[in-house]
């Protein structure tokens, strides 16, 4: 009988409660459901540390995609014949760039990237430039006529690569960290000479 009173006697008390009062009491379980939500959404949102910081001025079309493909193993060649993949250049920063001397915007970003090799280039980092053209004898005339001596010649004419890569076309640039994990991609031309590139191409270095 003690506890039935007891309990009729809290359900009169919680009645007389004022809008204020509850506020109050509700207001410390609200604000913890937030930290909890926030704290699940962070697990399931892309890690922190990326480089979006650095998408400004000639950078602005540097972007990381959700899902980004894996990257390509397909057989790439040198001019001296050998040949290798991109896995075979896992542990330096990668800044893979697919080109072809039949598209302008590319023919206009090889100084740029060549002048990036020359800077950056390293057992930390290098300029992987893949030319798309149909016979590699072109791609080779084009680096001797325009002093592109920083710069491997790599030639993978595989169009297909570009596909898979979810690209719109070419130049389409995308850098990589040292295990071959896409950290983000510029889709069409961009300054690869300027300070943002620069800036850009330091903290992936520092930081993966």
């Known amino acids: 009988m003690t506890a039935i009173l007891k ?13 204020l009062r509850w506020a109050l009491t509700l207001l410390p379980l609200i604000g913890f459901a937030a930290v ?5 959404s962070a697990a399931g949102s892309r890690p922190s540390g990326l480089l979006d910081s ?8 540097f972007v990381a995609i959700d899902d980004a493909p894996s990257q390509s193993l397909n057989t790439l060649t040198t001019p001296s014949r050998e040949t290798l993949t ?14 072809a001397t039949w598209c302008a915007p590319c023919v206009v970003e090889m100084p740029q990237l060549n002048a990036l090799q ?8 290098e300029v992987v430039t893949i030319s798309m053209d149909q016979r590699m004898d072109v791609a080779e005339e084009f680096f001797a006529q325009n002093g ?15 596909q898979r890569l979810g690209a719109r076309g ?16 510029v889709q069409g031309e961009a300054d690869w000479d300027s300070p943002e590139a620069h800036a850009l191409i330091e903290a992936a270095i520092e930081r993966y």
Do not use: C
């Open 36 to 40: 909890i939500y926030m704290l699940f």
């Open 7 to 19: 309990g009729e006697a809290e359900k009169v008390q919680m009645r007389n409660w004022t809008p």
């Open 118 to 125: 020359a800077r950056y280039g390293s057992d930390d980092f």
């Open 86 to 99: 991109l896995a075979d250049k896992r542990g330096r920063i990668l800044l893979v760039n697919y080109w």
């Open 148 to 162: 592109l001596d920083a710069l491997t010649l790599y030639h993978g004419f595989d169009l297909g690569a570009v």
């Open 170 to 185: 070419l130049p389409v640039t995308v850098l990589y960290d040292r295990h071959g994990v896409e950290l983000g991609r």
């Open 54 to 61: 650095y998408a400004r001025g000639t950078m602005s079309g």
